[in-house]
């Protein structure tokens, strides 16, 4: 009997969570424009309400790894995805910077769950072969969710209001949390389309079999991980420069570009259907070089340091060419080249974290998330006072810091002992 497939509808699911992830997350940038007119609100005013997301997501990513770990990716995705949808719908019920600031908060605790606990969900359903394809197809969900908003949000924005968007993702997004808690397992095992031949070869990744008890998650050899703590550095300087697209490439193309509301929504997806291809192509040359040099290290760490050197590179010529189109290929490119990088980070988090991958990815993320807390706010600063140039400059000396300093992560060195 040929071995069942129910390890890549598990895969699809992760996809299409991280897709409504983002579709949720990315609506609040292409929205902003409106949201700044309506709230009568400066770039320094939107950047600090912007960035109560991200202190929530960040300060709330350990406690939702570790309640991945603990109670499992089928329960806690399925809570924090109906947690988020309802405060994405009220998001559309805010007035000024107050209540928008409020509601992008418990939004944040919400979301903070997602990629520890849909990385986490991961770990039983791959073969250790194939880690960092899967979270490159993982991930590419998120910036395929990231690449079809802004043009969305624009045509709701122009038939309905920037209100409705919200209430509508919001809606969308409690309905597929039902369906990842009717479909998921956290086991293998437990899943009715599971057969022999495909648990046979998900024994490969050295989960299939059901622990006696849940393993108590190290925290004191997790957070002295040095090689952790290198990982956790490289992804801040990414988190810095993802929110800077995320959040205000649709405000610099619009002030910066001159772009129309309707030019600005498709040229903001531009870089993100790129980013889209270059997660998954990550993973895959990761796996590829992993196996073909029979070194884990260096299969994974080339990926990383090629990816943040092209993003450095090409966010110069990004912001400084005269021409706008020259500008955006550039800045797409500059995407690409950072997204190369992220199949990487979170295999790196399975290498060394294994059964408390939801802990170690968290520790990860929070720094990541750091980063795109100061960057959100940081971004209005220099672009109020310095221009728009700054900001891609800073941007582009984070991706070169991040190439430095992935020559020092091991992903053979565990972090949880």
Known sequence: MPASRVRYGVLLLTFLTSFIMYVD????????????????????????????????YA???????????RYGARLVLAGAMAWWSAFTAATGFSFNA?????????????????????????????PISRRAFGQGFQHAGSRFGAAVTPPLVVFLIARLSWHWVFYIFGIAGILWAVGWYLYYRDYPQDHPGVNPGEMEILRLSGFSSKPKSVPRVPWGIILRSRNLWFLSSMYFC??????????????????????????MGLAASTPLLAATVTNMLGGWASDKLAHRLSDLRRGRLFVSMVGFAVAGIALIPGVLADDATTGLLCLTL???????????S????????????????????TLGNIGGAISAVAIGYLATHLGWNWPFLVASAMCISAAFIATRIDPNRSAVG
């Open 25 to 56: 997350r990315v609506c609040m940038g292409t929205a902003a424009p409106s949201i700044m007119a309506d709230f009568h609100l400066s770039k320094i005013a939107m950047g600090w309400s912007s960035s109560a997301f991200n202190w929530a």
């Open 334 to 344: 500059a995407l690409a080249g950072l997204e190369f990088t992220v199949a990487v």
């Open 346 to 365: 979170w295999a790196i988090c399975l290498d060394i974290g294994g059964d408390c991958s939801g802990s170690v990815s968290a520790v990860m993320n």
């Open 238 to 263: 990414y988190g810095w420069v993802l929110w800077m697209y995320l959040f205000w490439l649709p405000t610099y193309l619009v002030e910066a570009r001159h772009f129309t509301q309707l030019k």
């Open 59 to 69: 300060l709330f990513q350990v406690p939702g790894g570790w309640m991945a770990d």
């Open 98 to 126: 107050i209540s928008l600031a409020s509601a992008r908060l418990f939004f944040g605790m919400g979301e903070a769950a997602a990629f520890p606990a849909s990385s986490r969900a991961l770990v039983r359903w791959l």
